[in-house]
């Protein structure tokens, strides 16, 4: 883009920030706010872009050529309006990501569960390929140090979002769809209605262009059933790809290894085997997934999950029980004496909580104990028909010992935790500084 002067509203946000620094690197002059301070928004001052602290009307520049502004802010923000006063075009996010993508070939990672991490891991093979991408990732990537991958190339690696159809903003030369659950249930009424936005999605792949999935799992498969007469692009299916040795814990990162691993010999046909395998096995994680935090002053462990759907709950516990196992001299496996699994969970969202309630309540068989938040509200108002104490409630009839407490509260239970046992917080919201509280304490 030749735009030159560019104002970001809601500069701190995980891909906001990370745009941003992609615009600054293309010659553009880059500004922005945000309403808080934060490690992100200190990133980027670091890098020479000047982000104020506190939205208002005079923070826009008139000379500004552009605003690109987070999904999350509303038409009224003080600084959309004065935009608007100002007549400087304005666009969103996804809308700016989606003018990137046309200019790129564009790798876009889209999915429920795992687009982070196959994000993180896809732009770390083809960087280790020396492939030269340009990536956006919705999580800091530890072996970049960033959201963001610089690159020479056309390649461009982006994780795409479902909610409210971002995702249908880009124009993908290949499509990778990691799985396909009912989610974002404040948006889509039901898991058809999330269907026909990835059906559109993969439909927007070209006939030259691939798809790459799991196309045995049965929410998928009816998508593609449709797909050949729309495109004719090809279909990788990614489950084909073998084991990987990772850092990282759980089947369902295997998954994701694999799914990375099949993009990248699609987007990179010289690509060799020994460099996926290398780079996956040297890949570090991204921050707040599966991030082990250190000990307490009592020697508990603390790791942190940014798991806010039951699904990835479940999952994520199994692998925590899986490694939190014994191994013998002899390298055969035993399960210790009982190690305590003790949850702290951050609900996200009044609709998600309460429409997959059960499922909820049933993803925490691997916890010992689960301490509840309040709901994160985020973008909804209470209507008073959920509650942590009803998750709380519903947690404990399965069996596993729940209660719902206040952040103050969570930490101090969670500091007389002792050595042996295990403390994970979990969700989308600010759970995670209860998880550096902790680690911060000895």
């Not at 991030?291 to 462990?301: D, L, M, P, W």
């Amino acid at each position: 883009m030749n735009t030159k002067k560019i104002y970001f509203v809601g500069i701190g946000g995980i891909g906001m920030s990370a745009l941003a620094q992609m615009m600054l690197d293309q010659g553009a002059a880059v500004t922005g706010s945000d309403r808080d301070a934060s490690p992100v928004t200190e990133l980027l001052e670091k890098k020479g872009i000047k982000v104020v602290v506190g939205q208002k009307a005079e923070n826009v520049p008139q000379n500004a050529e552009l605003v690109v502004y987070s999904d999350s802010v509303p038409e009224t923000n003080p600084e959309r309006v004065r935009a608007r006063e100002l007549g400087i075009p304005s666009l969103s996010y996804f809308q700016m990501l989606g003018k990137v993508s046309e200019e790129k070939k564009t790798v876009a990672v889209a999915g429920t569960h795992g687009k982070t991490t196959t994000t993180g891991m896809l732009a770390k093979i083809l960087k280790d390929a020396g492939a030269s991408p340009t990536a956006v990732v919705g999580s800091i990537v530890k072996d970049f140090g960033s959201n963001y991958l610089h690159g020479n190339s056309d390649f461009f690696v982006v994780e795409a979002c479902e909610y409210k159809d971002h995702l249908l903003e880009l124009s993908p030369q290949v499509l990778v769809l990691t799985n396909v659950e009912w989610d974002h249930t404040d948006f889509f009424p039901s898991l058809s209605a999330l269907q026909e936005t990835f059906k559109k999605a993969i439909e927007k792949v070209p006939a030259d262009g691939v798809i790459v999935t799991d196309p045995h799992n049965k929410n998928i498969a009816l998508l593609l059933v449709a797909h050949p007469p729309a495109g004719g692009a090809k279909v990788i299916d990614y489950t084909k790809e073998p084991a990987y040795g990772l850092r990282l814990p759980g089947e369902f990162n295997q998954m994701n290894a694999r799914a990375a691993a099949a993009a990248a010999r699609v987007a990179y046909p010289s690509i060799s085997d020994d460099t996926i395998r290398a780079s996956l096995a040297s890949f570090q994680g991204t921050w707040r997934r599966f991030e082990y935090k250190g000990k307490t002053a009592k020697g508990a462990e603390v790791y942190d999950d940014y798991a806010h759907h039951p699904t990835a709950i479940k999952k994520t516990l199994e692998a925590l029980r899986g490694k939190i196992r014994e191994v013998t001299p002899y390298g055969r496996r035993k399960v210790s004496p009982r190690r305590r699994v003790v949850v702290a969970f951050h609900p996200h969202l009044y609709s998600r909580t309460r429409d997959l309630l059960d499922e909820f309540a049933a993803a925490f068989s691997d916890a010992d104990q689960v301490f509840i938040a309040p709901i994160y509200a985020a973008r909804e108002a209470d209507d008073g028909t959920i509650s942590s104490e009803i998750l709380a409630e519903r947690i404990r009839a399965t069996g596993t010992e729940a209660s719902a407490l206040d952040f103050d509260a969570i930490e101090k239970r969670l500091g007389e935790i002792g050595p042996g046992d295990t403390i994970i917080t979990m969700g989308a919201g600010d759970i995670y500084k209860v998880a550096d509280a902790l680690v911060a304490q000895k």
